[in-house]
């Protein structure tokens, strides 16, 4: 009974996400594969529509044969896991002290007014989710968010009308 039950929670991640997540395992010692972690909560978070639910989660903890409060404690630390459903367009904005110095604050603004919604909120018809980050790592192209896989630096309200607007 417990073995099918242990069985039921892995398949929950898809084969092909088992398949990557095999592939960062691979990455480890034999004996280390709890460190795919932040890999195998991507992997599921993305194939799950850009969120980690809680049987998502135990699943990767079954999955990589760890307690599931240790993936809880991964999940809930870093800001790239989301614990409730998002936008198909995420915006992470950094406001850090470099892009805040560069006008973040105004790009905040702007977005907000322009989508009608404030920082950690999803538009009416689920297209774009805001989110305030820390730190994206690009400080010397501030103003900036990410969207996806890309940062757009050096954003003027002109040019973020211009990114969504070319956004489906």
Request: hydrophobic letters at 40%; glycine letters at 6%; charged letters at 20%.
């Amino acid at each position: 009974m417990a073995a099918r039950m242990e069985q039921e929670k892995i398949d929950l991640i898809s084969p092909t996400s088992r398949e990557q997540i095999d592939a960062w395992i691979a990455k480890y010692p034999a004996d280390q594969k709890q460190s795919a972690v932040m890999a195998a909560l991507s992997i599921v978070q993305e194939a799950n529509g850009g969120w980690l639910t809680t049987e998502l989660m135990d699943a990767v903890a079954q999955y990589l044969q760890m307690p599931p409060i240790s993936v809880y404690e991964v999940a809930s630390f870093y800001s790239m896991y989301e614990h409730k459903p998002v936008g198909r367009h995420k915006i992470c904005v950094c406001t850090n002290i470099s892009c805040l110095l560069c006008g973040s604050d105004e790009v905040v603004e702007h977005l907000q007014n322009k989508l009608g919604i404030k920082m950690g909120q999803t538009t009416p018809d689920g297209k774009f989710t805001l989110k305030i980050v820390e730190c994206l790592g690009a400080c010397v192209g501030g103003p900036m968010f990410q969207i996806g896989n890309t940062y757009y630096e050096y954003l003027t309200p002109e040019k973020i009308d211009t990114i969504l607007d070319s956004l489906d």
